[in-house]
């Protein structure tokens, strides 16, 4: 068994058997908070970081690994809005719920949560910012096809940074609105062509295409790692600290599509970015990293490829979700409290909890 793969499977085997319950309130809280969601990410996907990247993983930096049980509250497998609802407001839901609880009754997401005490707050994603996990962040709608009544739920959210696609869903509304005048009344600066290279002092509403950002077959370049290092730089100036959800949401379309080479190329894209984050984490010393995902897509595997045990083949059971576990990655203050096997929704907990007030 190759060491790093090793590395990981022991992490795994050790974390079994610590609950996040049982572990002691870390002594330092962080000041800001950076939650990655590989979108449709299980071990798997993982550990083709490992076969297929030219660059050593970045998974291999962390030291706390937990698991995340990930069914919603009417089925074992759950959907991206359920999932990220979990995440966001700590309650099981039914799929393609975004922010309200099984009677469809708003709840309070973390977002709305510490905007209360002045922590500034960003959403990075590949796919449609109105998507169903950025969505869960700021949304409160039954149903996660209501794009439109999500996108005006974003121009009046606590949101201070965003960046992704969906601009249709702002100006080629079926209700003839448009929603960009509104974004700039309410101190945004808006970008529809290209990645700002700058922060900026007002808040800033990037939407750089109709829908979902490009693939990474179709040269999108760059733009999670730089989108996300921009949105740290920008919220890092408030005092109060940040939280910064960013999602790598298309590996998830890799599974949906049984395309390997899709997923692979999403995946290492997101591992890139993880580490920009990390190498960010190390220089300021005062910020939790959590990686995770809402669940697994596809049912992938990395399987002999004819029976060759030194080629490994990407092969898929299934075009949609599945039950597996998924793990849950975490480095910085308070990492400790994500080791073992918990509900998704314990996520939500931990982040409320370190963003009490000491």
Same mark, same amino acid.
């Given at each position: @068994? ?22 002691? $309130? ?14 449709? @990410? ?21 030291? +706390?690994?937990?698991?995340? @049980? ?8 759950? =959907? ?14 039914? /799929? ?7 009677? @469809? %009754? ?12 002045? &922590?500034? +707050? ?10 169903? +996990? ?6 409160? $709608? ?5 794009? !439109?009544?999500?996108?005006? !739920? ?13 601009? %249709? ?5 079926? =209700?003839?609105? /448009?929603?960009?005048? $509104?974004? !700039?009344?309410? #101190? ?30 179709? /040269? ?5 790692? #730089?989108?996300?290092?921009?949105? &740290?730089? %920008? ?11 960013? !999602?790598?949401? %298309? &590996? =998830? ?11 692979? /190329? ?17 220089? #300021?010393?005062?910020?939790?990293? &959590? ?16 029976? #060759? ?50």
């Amino acid at each position: @068994m190759p060491s790093s793969l090793f590395k990981i499977l022991s992490c795994f085997i050790i974390c079994l058997f610590v609950s996040p319950s049982s572990i002691s $309130q870390a002594q330092k809280k962080p000041k800001n908070i950076i939650l990655l969601i590989g979108d449709g @990410m299980g071990l798997s996907e993982i550990s083709s970081s490992l076969y297929f990247n030219e660059k050593p993983s970045n998974f291999l930096r962390f030291n +706390t690994v937990g698991l995340s @049980m990930t069914s919603s509250s009417k089925e074992l497998i759950t =959907d991206s809005a359920a999932g990220a609802t979990a995440f966001a407001s700590g309650i099981k839901t039914y /799929n393609g719920a975004v922010g309200v609880d099984e009677n @469809m %009754q708003a709840v309070e997401t973390i977002v709305e949560y510490i905007s209360k005490k002045g &922590i500034a +707050t960003g959403l990075v994603a590949t796919s449609s910012i109105v998507h169903a +996990t950025p969505a869960a962040f700021y949304a409160h $709608q039954e149903s996660r096809r209501m794009y !439109e009544e999500i996108a005006a !739920e974003l121009v009046t959210s606590d949101i201070d940074f965003f960046a992704g696609g969906g601009l %249709q869903f702002f100006t080629h509304r079926e =209700d003839g609105q /448009n929603l960009l005048p $509104q974004l !700039e009344k309410n #101190n945004f600066v808006v970008h529809t062509d290209v990645l700002p290279k700058k922060i900026s002092e007002k808040k800033q509403a990037i939407l750089l295409a109709p829908d979902g950002m490009p693939k990474m077959s179709e /040269n999108r370049g760059n733009f999670l790692t #730089n989108a996300t290092m921009l949105a &740290i730089g %920008q919220l890092s100036k408030n005092k109060e600290g940040f939280f910064l959800m960013v !999602e790598g949401s %298309q &590996i =998830d379309w890799g599974g949906h599509a049984n395309d390997a080479d899709y997923l692979i /190329n999403e995946l290492i894209d997101f591992d890139k970015t993880i580490g920009a984050v990390l190498d960010f984490a190390e220089r #300021n010393g005062e910020t939790l990293v &959590i990686v995770t995902a809402d669940h697994e897509t596809g049912g992938f595997s990395l399987s002999a490829e004819e029976g #060759n045990y030194n080629k490994i083949l990407g092969s898929f059971s299934t075009n949609g979700h599945t039950a597996t576990m998924v793990p849950v990655f975490a480095q910085g203050p308070s990492e400790e409290l994500f080791g073992g096997i918990y509900q998704n929704t314990n996520i939500f907990t931990l982040l409320k909890q370190l963003s009490e007030k000491k």
